[in-house]
């Protein structure tokens, strides 16, 4: 491949990677980088771009592994936090993580089809940002003043269930899947940090997952010659999210989402203006 197109996958691994965790939506940024800009569809073709946006996430995915690998080894009982293994009943353990999963990973597939030929378009981005942005505020506006779920041991299956049913709402590009999942979150009792946490740790199995079926889907459209593109954006959004992920679980305690929100609206109306007028 030649060096401006790996410097185009460079790009978007960047934008993944600073994205992820915020409640901005990385794959949307994405989608307006390279549908306004960067045009990888051009060479690539229409289900390959949109398939390397879902893979290309599996770099920040891994960045949250390496970040939170003690809690991840808890999950699957190789590891004890406070003397506890997640094989202890009322704790945080990978049931939890399912449960709240599950929703999205059936919505998921039963639409898969129809995101894909249909919502990967920078108009679609603009109105989940605007909705994305109105659920953040609802969040900030009318989340109990005192959390009462304040760590992940805290967390009930029922409440992990009721979260990713508002995490569906991020199959949507551009609505984000940390934004709604931590303004689910928040609604539903827990802190904001808990709800971040309980956030990453979620779209580990749902972006693999994720990335697995859009490659089996479009295998027939990949080729090797995109092998050094994708490479390329995954190694750049590792790195770039490892650079951001501590810094996100810092800032979202202390500004909360409404500066999120607010982001969102500005960048809807700079795109609309862009696109409509």
């Known amino acids: 491949m030649e060096i401006i197109e790996l410097l185009k996958a460079l790009i978007l691994g960047f934008v993944e990677g ?3 965790f915020a409640p901005v939506s990385s794959t949307g940024h994405m989608i307006i980088v390279d549908d306004m800009w960067l045009k990888t569809e051009e060479f690539l073709g229409m289900y390959p771009a949109n398939t390397f946006k879902i893979v290309v996430q599996l770099g920040s995915i891994l960045a949250v592994v390496v970040v939170m690998w003690k809690r991840m080894l808890n999950l699957v009982g190789l590891y004890k936090i406070d ?3 997640t094989s202890v009943k009322g704790h945080f353990n990978l049931l939890h993580v399912i449960v709240g999963m599950l929703p999205a990973v059936v919505l998921g597939f039963a639409f898969k089809d129809f995101i894909d030929d249909h919502l990967f378009k920078v108009e679609h981005v603009i109105y989940a940002l605007v909705a994305g942005a109105l659920l953040m505020i609802a969040a900030d506006k009318l989340a109990p003043k005192r959390p009462k779920v304040d760590s992940l041991d805290k967390i009930s299956y029922g409440l992990a269930f009721k979260v990713g049913l508002v ?3 991020s199959l949507w590009p551009g609505f984000s899947r940390s934004g709604a999942t931590i303004s689910g979150g928040v609604l539903f009792g827990m802190s904001h940090r808990v709800a971040a946490d309980f956030t990453f740790i979620m779209a580990v199995p749902i972006m693999a997952g994720a990335s697995l079926v859009s490659v089996l889907k ?3 459209t990949l080729s090797m010659d995109y092998l050094g ?3 390329v954006g995954f190694v750049s959004s590792f790195v770039f999210a490892l650079l951001s992920i501590k810094f996100f679980l810092a800032l979202i305690s202390k500004v909360k989402l409404m500066p999120f929100a607010i982001y969102r609206l500005v960048l809807a109306a700079v795109l609309a203006i862009i ?3």
């Open 18 to 20: 600073m994205t992820e």
């Open 218 to 220: 479009n295998w027939d």
């Open 275 to 277: 696109i409509f007028m």
């Open 83 to 85: 003397g506890q293994t």
């Open 167 to 169: 995490q569906c709402l």
């Open 229 to 231: 593109f994708y490479v």
